[in-house]
């Protein structure tokens, strides 16, 4: 049913149809659907952004708690990363030859990631995860995987929901059905559940001599558990399969050399994509030069893995995340959002907890499981009509400052009031003013 005439962002609305009839699926993401926010009220085109925020093809302007799907770390059309973007367009790209960028922004992976010894690149995470599993295979001569979280579109990964068709349901999301993916795949990407090592261990022993890589997610909203990390690393390696940590959703958010400062742990690979480059298409794999250098052997090659905006716009985006401290900003930014959430929170009287890591906090709603769906629906849908795009979660960015914060917590206040009004009295239906949300992808690390 056409939304178009009721929504309050009639062209989104318009152009999502007409979209719906020329791309399958609508969009590229499915992170970026318009059920995955409040269908009709949120919008779901965008015409340009800066910095923190972003204008809709309805003229509405919004402050970005998604930040771009997390590609986003320093602000949008940050001028220092896109002026050297422009002048690499200007000198010319897609060489015969390669570009001494591609040896620049090695060295500086190398010099900041702990495990990083030798480095490929890719376009995005998905991509980067799956040049991972390859080199992983390849080193090793195993076939299957085990892993935890997310970690994209590729053969390999929904290969586990041909086992059993919900393997990926608290890693991904339910329903997902592996159309496509050749059924001789069948048994060689095998799910754990994050923070339980001897679920873990069982599987490695189930599977002796068999796994190539455990790869995981180390953390994403919340701590990992004291020791879990490593005793995971130990495991793994004295299986020999090889540890590669996906952090392509965490990023450079942690530190300006990742999570694995944070955490204590070095793992033999890591992958990064999203905030690497600050919105632009670029992938890294990284990984020590034993697991690494056997891919000089195996096929991997792209055109387009290593042209040169991806290639040095990663270089600046890492050189000015360091140099600005911007995982300092983020992370105050987000320690100060949570304070004030959570006191507008109880100044209002609605049950709902702003928590997590300081970088990637979370809203969670004190209610059944059923209702909390409809809550962060409306929580979303309120919050949008006020100038706040979003989840009931936030995705920091180092452009988000004081203004946003105000801005947010107002919004924030208002948005509860509603929201326990509507809780109060059995009145959440008549509230909402889209269909509830369809469900985030269920990361077993928050």
């Not at 367009?89 to 040896?103: K, M, R, Y």
């Not at 001599?209 to 879990?228: H, K, Q």
Request: include cysteine; charge should be negative.
């Amino acid at each position: 049913m056409s939304t178009t005439s009721s929504s309050r962002v009639p062209r989104s609305m318009e152009k999502y149809e007409r979209a719906l009839e020329l791309i399958p699926g609508g969009t590229q993401l499915i992170s970026r659907r318009p059920s995955r926010f409040a269908y009709g009220v949120s919008p779901a085109y965008a015409t340009r952004a800066q910095g923190a925020r972003f204008w809709d093809v309805d003229g509405h302007e919004y402050i970005d708690w998604v930040s771009g799907i997390g590609a986003i770390i320093l602000g949008y059309a940050d001028p220092v990363v896109n002026e050297d973007v422009t002048n690499i367009i200007a000198a010319g790209i897609g060489f015969s030859v390669n570009h001494e960028l591609e040896v620049e922004l090695a060295e500086e992976l190398v010099r900041r990631v702990p495990c990083a010894e030798m480095v490929r690149y890719a376009k995005g995470g998905g991509d980067a995860c799956a040049v991972a599993v390859r080199i992983a295979r390849g080193a090793t001569g195993r076939d299957k995987i085990l892993f935890c979280g997310y970690h994209g579109w590729h053969d390999w990964y929904l290969a586990a929901n041909l086992d059993a068709d919900a393997s990926l349901d608290a890693h991904l999301f339910p329903g997902i059905e592996p159309t496509g993916v050749p059924r001789a795949l069948t048994g060689t990407a095998i799910p754990f559940p994050y923070g339980d090592l001897d679920a873990l261990v069982q599987k490695l022993e189930e599977h002796r001599g068999e796994i190539a890589a455990v790869i995981m997610e180390p953390m994403r909203s919340e701590e990992p558990p004291d020791g879990y990390l490593a005793a995971v690393a130990d495991a793994a390696r004295d299986q020999g399969a090889v540890l590669i940590f996906d952090e392509v959703s965490t990023g450079f958010r942690p530190s300006a050399a990742g999570s694995q400062p944070v955490v204590g742990v070095t793992p033999d690979m890591a992958v990064f994509a999203k905030s690497i480059s600050n919105g632009f298409p670029m992938g890294a794999v990284v990984g020590t030069r034993a697991v690494m250098e056997p891919a000089d052997r195996m096929f991997i090659s792209s055109t387009c893995w290593s042209d040169p905006i991806g290639l040095r716009a990663a270089l600046t985006t890492l050189r000015e995340v360091e140099r600005r401290d911007a995982p300092a900003t983020i992370q105050n930014t987000g320690r100060e959002l949570k304070r004030r959430l959570n006191d507008v929170a109880a100044e209002t009287g609605v049950a709902v907890t702003c928590s997590g890591v300081d970088y990637h906090p979370h809203l969670t709603f004190d209610a059944p499981a059923d209702l909390t769906v409809q809550l962060n629906t409306l929580y979303v849908q309120e919050m949008a009509k006020r100038g706040c795009h979003g989840y009931a979660s936030f995705y920091l960015n180092a452009a988000q400052g004081p203004a946003e914060i105000d801005q947010t917590v107002d919004a924030a206040r208002e948005s509860f009031a509603r929201i326990k009004d509507a809780w109060d009295n059995n009145r959440i239906d008549q509230m909402m003013e889209c269909e509830p949300r369809s469900e985030f992808f269920r990361r077993l690390v928050s």
